[in-house]
């Protein structure tokens, strides 16, 4: 028996990068990864990869900040699979720019798909693990929240060269 045998874990972003990482690795130890993510078409190519090596996973279509397609996302993969053992909150975007350069819809954009996203998902996520007594959620973080690097917050000062 594998490691994650049958567990199904939502990574959210999970159709490149890093979180397309976490789900090859989540399949490759037995687990049913649920690609969620904005770009539809890059997740069913991420869940194609995935089944070609044996494993199984699904792709929806999920813009984290999208309430209703939160909840159809999370309300499908139970209706496949009857569970939801892990949500990986990952899907995020980064935009460096000093901050007096920095638009503020840059900036609520940027809060609203890492802090709404993480919300959204793990409230809709929740009430299944809480339903089934078990579950874990997993949130994306940055080396960047602990070690300070010139314009990777936009609280970092302006470059000076
Ligand atoms: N790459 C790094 O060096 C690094 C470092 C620290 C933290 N992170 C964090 O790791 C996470 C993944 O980063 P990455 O480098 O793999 O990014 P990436 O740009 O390679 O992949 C992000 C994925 O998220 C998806 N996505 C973007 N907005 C979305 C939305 N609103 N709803 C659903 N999906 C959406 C994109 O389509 C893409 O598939 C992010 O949260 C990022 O902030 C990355």
């Given at each position: 028996?594998?490691?994650?045998?049958?567990?199904?874990?939502?990574?959210?972003?999970?159709?490149?990068?890093?979180?397309?990482?976490?789900?090859?690795?989540?399949?490759?130890?037995?687990?049913?990864?649920?690609?969620?993510?904005?770009?539809?078409?890059?997740?069913?190519?991420?869940?194609?990869?995935?089944?070609?090596?044996?494993?199984?996973?699904?792709?929806?279509?999920?813009?984290?900040?999208?309430?209703?397609?939160?909840?159809?996302?999370?309300?499908?993969?139970?209706?496949?699979?009857?569970?939801?053992?892990?949500?990986?909150s990952n899907a995020g975007i980064q935009i460096v720019k000093p901050i007096v350069d920095f638009d503020y819809a840059d900036w609520k954009k940027l809060l609203a798909i890492h802090l709404d996203g993480a919300f959204l998902t793990t409230k809709a996520c929740l009430k299944h693990m809480y339903a089934a007594k078990s579950g874990s959620v997993i949130y994306m973080g940055s080396v960047h929240s602990k070690e300070a690097s010139k314009l990777k917050a936009p609280t970092s000062p302006p470059s000076t060269g």
């Amino acid at each position: 028996m594998s490691r994650f045998d049958k567990k199904v874990a939502i990574v959210t972003g999970a159709a490149s990068g890093i979180g397309k990482e976490i789900a090859l690795r989540f399949a490759a130890e037995g687990g049913i990864p649920v690609i969620a993510d904005l770009n539809l078409e890059a997740a069913n190519a991420t869940a194609a990869e995935i089944k070609a090596k044996g494993s199984d996973a699904f792709a929806v279509a999920m813009n984290v900040v999208d309430e209703a397609a939160v909840n159809k996302g999370v309300e499908d993969t139970m209706a496949k699979y009857g569970r939801i053992d892990i949500l990986v909150s990952n899907a995020g975007i980064q935009i460096v720019k000093p901050i007096v350069d920095f638009d503020y819809a840059d900036w609520k954009k940027l809060l609203a798909i890492h802090l709404d996203g993480a919300f959204l998902t793990t409230k809709a996520c929740l009430k299944h693990m809480y339903a089934a007594k078990s579950g874990s959620v997993i949130y994306m973080g940055s080396v960047h929240s602990k070690e300070a690097s010139k314009l990777k917050a936009p609280t970092s000062p302006p470059s000076t060269g």
